[in-house]
């Protein structure tokens, strides 16, 4: 250093240091956005059981559903296959059943309250569905991430429901946030 506080008589120690920590700072965040900085998580597949409800369905459309399940079943299938953006999955609609859909409008008049049913004519259906997931930890089937309480579609080579919500999900051997523990 010489009498000015310059390097090598070019360049100032304080600059130095500024440039070396904003070097260090790109590298940083450019090793964090690629995600080659600290320690990954396994990423582990395993097998899904999951329940979807949806409600509201025409009792032929459970038919025809219920057709396309034997189907399988006597082709020795494990059921009918699911789909997302074109592809087939590794998972199977293995089950459905049907509730009656309960609802009613209600109507106060002066005269008093009256119920009017809706929908008489339609079910609630509820899929059970099993396959493999290649990372438990985000459960994604397809497009769509599986978790209790979530809206789900139901689409197999044969059929498409909107609007189900997951009831229930188990995975084989717990999800990986549970492994990790």
């Not at 260090?24 to 899904?48: C, D, F, P, Q, S």
Request: charged share 20%.
């Amino acid at each position: 250093m010489d009498k000015n506080g310059k390097l090598f008589g070019k360049i100032n120690i304080i600059d130095l240091l500024v440039l070396v920590i904003a070097v260090a700072v790109v590298a940083a965040v450019g090793l964090k956005m690629t995600g080659h900085l600290g320690a990954k998580r396994a990423e582990t597949g395993t097998n899904i059981a999951y329940t979807v409800r949806v409600e509201g369905v025409d009792k032929e459309v459970y038919d025809n559903i219920q057709k396309y399940i034997d189907q399988a079943a006597a082709q020795q299938k494990p059921g009918d296959q699911l789909m997302s953006n074109g592809e087939l999955l590794s998972a199977y609609v293995t089950g459905v059943t049907a509730q009656p859909h309960k609802a009613n409008a209600e109507l106060t008049t002066t005269e008093g309250a009256f119920i009017i049913p809706m929908m008489e004519d339609t079910v609630d259906l509820t899929f059970t569905i099993e396959g493999s997931v290649s990372n438990n930890l985000k459960s994604e089937m397809g497009s769509q991430e599986v978790r209790v309480g979530k809206t789900h579609i139901v689409k197999t080579t044969h059929f498409e429901l909107n609007n189900g919500v997951v009831l229930s999900c188990e995975w084989e051997n717990g999800t990986a946030a549970d492994n990790a523990a």
